[in-house]
Nanobody
Framework: QVQLVESGGGLVQTGGSLRISCAAS????????LGWFRQAPGKEREFTAA????????SYANSVKGRFTITLDKTKNTMYLQMSSLKPEDTAVYYC???????????????????WGQGTQVTVSS
């Protein structure tokens, strides 16, 4: 059974930085894509960033490009999202997710992600 456990969320001031983590377990993740999605209060869940286990190709939402960096530590089966220059509009619950065989053009769609974590709250104060 695949398990994804997020950690590292918290309260940070505008302009600050934060790194959140997603520990994955339960299977080998070759061929998988791991992604971050976020959901702000009253809004729909939206894609944030994703990375392929094999090859490391990445994809970012335009709203976070240049500020967020997604990385993968295969030795720890852990994915990270380094967030910098944070804005109040980045406030959300951040979820990690994974799916197998997601093609590059579909990395930003939640449809292919089968397994989801419980989420970690990130709050950016103004």
């Amino acid at each position: 059974q695949v398990q994804l456990v997020e950690s590292g969320g918290g309260l940070v001031q505008t302009g600050g930085s934060l790194r959140i983590s997603c520990a994955a377990s339960g299977r080998a993740f070759g061929g998988h894509t791991l992604g971050w999605f976020r959901q702000a209060p009253g809004k729909e869940r939206e894609f944030t960033a994703a990375i392929r286990w094999n090859g490391g190709s990445t994809s970012y939402a335009n709203s976070v490009k240049g500020r967020f960096t997604i990385t993968l530590d295969k030795t720890k089966n852990t994915m990270y999202l380094q967030m910098s220059s944070l804005k109040p509009e980045d406030t959300a619950v951040y979820y990690c997710a994974t799916g197998y065989g997601i093609i590059l053009s579909s990395m930003q769609s939640s449809n292919g992600y089968l397994y989801w974590g419980q989420g970690t709250q990130v709050t950016v104060s103004s």
